[in-house]
C-alpha cells in the first residue's frame, strides 16, 4: 500500500508540474507581446494623450471624421489611433519619431500636415508611455502585428 501511496503522490506532482508549466506558458504568451506595462505608465500615457492628442486624435483614439480625405487645405485629418486607424501598422521606431518630431519631418519631400512634433514638449519617457498607452488599447491581432513589425525593423 505504501508504494501506491509514493506512486501517486509522484503522479500527481508531475500533473501538478504540467499543469504549471502550461499555465506559465499561457500567462506569458498573453503579456509576451505588450510585455509588463506598469499601471503607472499607463496612468502617465494616457494622461499625455488627454492633454496633447485628444483634441486632435480624439478622447476615444476615432481620428477625425473623413480621416483619409484631404481637407480643403490638402492635409489629412488626424488619423485614428484605435484598430481602425494605421497607427499599428508602424513599427515602434517610427511611432515615436512621428510624435517627437512630427509627419512633415518623418515622411519628408515638402510633405505638409497638421501633425506637428512633440520633441520640446515631451521627453522621451513621455512619448513612450503615449505609445504604450495607444498600444494598450489594440485587439491582441493588431498588437502582435505591430510587434512584428517592429522586430523585423
Not at 9 to 25: D, E, K, Q, Y
Not at 44 to 71: F, I, M, N
Not at 103 to 121: N, R
Request: net charge negative; aromatic share 8%.
Amino acid at each position: 500500500m505504501r508504494k501506491n501511496l509514493s506512486n501517486t503522490v509522484w503522479i500527481g506532482a508531475l500533473v501538478a508540474g504540467v499543469v504549471l508549466v502550461i499555465f506559465a506558458a499561457w500567462h506569458y504568451a498573453g503579456n509576451a507581446s505588450t510585455g509588463t506595462i506598469s499601471a503607472e505608465v499607463l496612468a502617465q500615457g494616457r494622461q499625455v494623450y488627454v492633454d496633447h492628442c485628444a483634441s486632435c486624435h480624439d478622447t476615444d483614439l476615432e481620428g477625425q471624421p473623413d480621416w483619409k480625405s484631404p481637407l480643403p487645405s490638402g492635409r489629412l485629418p488626424a488619423p485614428p489611433h484605435d484598430a481602425s486607424g494605421h497607427t499599428w501598422h508602424h513599427p515602434d521606431d517610427v511611432l515615436f519619431r512621428l510624435v517627437k518630431e512630427g509627419t512633415a519631418a518623418i515622411v519628408g519631400g515638402g510633405y505638409q500636415s497638421d501633425m506637428p512634433g512633440f520633441g520640446d514638449v515631451l521627453s522621451d519617457a513621455e512619448i513612450r508611455a503615449v505609445l504604450t498607452y495607444i498600444k494598450s488599447t489594440w485587439p491582441e491581432r493588431e498588437r502582435r502585428y505591430q510587434e512584428s513589425v517592429s522586430q523585423a525593423n
